[in-house]
């Protein structure tokens, strides 16, 4: 069932208080097991490079390296349907001016069936396809996954039925709070697997640009000594690695099926092929129900 829209308005109010929520988790158990629960539960997200970033390989055999937007484009070519919402929720509440708030979330699934056709609409897979390139040409990064908070404000349920494509930018991005949640909630928004950032010292001047918040907007960078220290907390998204002026950033590839394993470990978690006749019946079902505390927002 779609979620009334003054549930989304009051999303979008109380956004800016989620830095708040995220530091509870670390504050007390029990919010921290019941924000688990209603937003976190069953998630895993991953953060894509850009394309266009000069990608080193650590492995011996260097062979032209696969764009990370082939994990995006796999599921769009996979889907049964097809959501393109009109705006960005997170850059419209906090009233970004740096970025298109237009260029809004990509969801696939049979889930978004269920989706109110005042937030989007149905798109053809072409459509979708260049919606996320000019996303991309705008600078902003993909972050693709299982995400049960689009389950519980837009009400695309069921969650194993729903993938969501959000085109981040680094003002505004929800998982800004990455930081403050507590590590067993935090660790399910990561990087993708296999990539890692490489740093060489004697390269580095110490000047800090790439620890700004504008630049590593999960604060996963802090200088001590003059000198850039990441934490576990880096997803991997190499905007760092853009903005460093002496090249003492790359982003490495330890493992060329980087965008298999991608693939495959969110495969795991969501389906958005078309399901068998048994399944939507299912669907259509869960989607009329009465809503559990679970769904909604309070």
Request: a positive charge; aromatic letters at 6%; proline letters at 6%.
């Amino acid at each position: 069932m779609a979620r009334p829209m003054w549930l989304v308005n009051l999303l979008k109010k109380n956004f800016k208080n989620r830095f708040l929520f995220a530091r509870l988790t670390r504050q007390s158990a029990l919010v921290r097991r019941f924000i688990d629960y209603m937003i976190f539960e069953g998630d895993e997200i991953y953060y894509l490079p850009k394309d266009r970033l000069v990608i080193h390989q650590s492995v011996e055999r260097q062979t032209e390296m696969a764009a990370p937007s082939q994990v995006v484009r796999h599921f769009v070519e996979q889907a049964a349907h097809i959501w393109k919402m009109d705006h960005c929720i997170c850059r419209e509440a906090e009233g970004c001016r740096d970025y298109p708030t237009d260029l809004g979330c990509i969801m696939m699934g049979d889930a978004v069936l269920h989706i109110s056709p005042k937030l989007g609409h149905l798109v053809a897979k072409q459509e979708a396809l260049e919606h996320l390139e000019r996303a991309r040409q705008a600078g902003l990064i993909h972050m693709v996954g299982r995400n049960k908070l689009d389950t519980v404000w837009a009400g695309a349920v069921p969650g194993e039925r729903l993938l969501t494509i959000c085109n981040c930018c680094p003002c505004c991005c929800l998982y800004q709070v990455l930081p403050d949640l507590h590590p067993s909630i935090s660790r399910k928004i990561t990087k993708m697997p296999g990539v890692v950032i490489a740093f060489e010292a004697a390269k580095c001047t110490g000047c800090g640009e790439c620890a700004r918040p504008q630049v590593c907007f999960v604060r996963a960078i802090s200088m001590q000594n003059k000198r850039p220290i990441r934490s576990e907390i880096c997803v991997g998204c190499g905007r760092c690695v853009e903005v460093c002026p002496h090249g003492a950033l790359s982003l490495v590839i330890e493992d060329t099926r980087f965008i298999e394993e991608t693939i495959y470990r969110l495969a795991q978690k969501v389906d958005v092929t078309p399901a068998p006749p048994s399944a939507q019946t299912n669907v259509l079902r869960h989607a009329r129900r009465k809503p559990k505390p679970s769904d909604t927002l309070t």
